[in-house]
């Protein structure tokens, strides 16, 4: 099972900010969040990944709370082309989930001109 | 660079043909693995690789599916007398390595599988 929970859908803005939450309130000191995103009918596209300390490159910046509990991905100009479902997703590399991701459902975000 | 590339991009079989699905990773890249996405469902892991060696082969959903992997490189998903359900996206990804920043997992477009 996942252990992420985040919103089935969100609705944004072209030119604004695209602020998509994501919960791992069971995360270990040893998992990474990584997030995806899989635009209609393509393989899914890494955005970006984070241990504690918030990240930014080109795409996007992720916000890990203190606490670690939960996370923020921003988009920081939304366009039409982000449409997509946005997954957030708790790994360890060392783990004893191995190599694999497991993928929960996602939030489907709606960029609208 | 090229990314992961799979082959046919689509595949429509009947019940009971055997199919295979092929994925070329990114080259260099030691580790490879299979998901796959049925119709509005979630994205399923079924295999991965680290060079040749499956050390994980728990998604598998039956016997009849198997993959492999030859000279750490191309990788070979079967599914041998198909059946409806086995229609979905297979999709392949292949990261650096699996741990020490190289475990980041990069996706192919994925292979359409439709069973008759």
């Known amino acids: 099972d996942a252990k992420t929970t985040q919103p089935p859908s969100m609705d944004c803005a072209e030119g604004r900010a695209a602020n998509l939450p994501c919960n791992h309130s069971?995360?270990?000191?040893?998992?990474?969040v990584y997030w995806y995103r899989q635009i209609h009918s393509q393989g899914p596209q890494y955005i970006i990944h984070?241990?504690?300390n918030n990240e930014t490159n080109e795409m996007a910046s992720l916000i890990i709370t203190e606490d670690r509990k939960s996370s923020t991905l921003i988009l920081p100009h939304a366009t039409l082309r982000d449409t997509a479902v946005y997954y957030c997703?708790?790994?360890?590399?060392?783990?004893?989930?191995?190599?694999?991701?497991?993928f929960g459902q996602g939030t489907e975000l709606s960029v609208k001109p | 660079g090229a990314g992961v590339s799979q082959s046919p991009s689509n595949k429509v079989t009947e019940k009971g043909k055997d199919v295979e699905l092929r994925c070329d990773p990114i080259?260099?890249?030691?580790?490879l693995y299979w998901y796959r996405q049925s119709l509005g469902q979630g994205l399923e892991f079924l295999i991965y690789?680290?060079?040749?060696?499956?050390?994980?082969k728990s998604g598998l959903p039956s016997d009849r599916f198997s993959a492999e992997r030859t000279g750490g490189s191309v990788s070979t998903l079967t599914i041998q007398r198909t059946q409806q359900e086995d229609s979905a996206v297979y999709l392949c990804?292949?990261?650096?390595?699996?741990?020490?920043?190289?475990?980041?997992?990069?996706f192919g477009p994925g292979t359409r599988l439709l069973v008759l």
């Open positions: 990804a292949s990261s650096l390595g699996l741990a020490g920043g190289q475990e980041t997992q990069y």
């Open positions: 069971t995360i270990s000191g040893n998992e990474y």
């Open positions: 984070g241990l504690k």
């Open positions: 997703i708790v790994r360890d590399p060392g783990g004893v989930q191995g190599g694999k991701l497991i």
């Open positions: 080259s260099g890249h030691t580790a």
């Open positions: 690789f680290q060079g040749n060696s499956a050390p994980d």
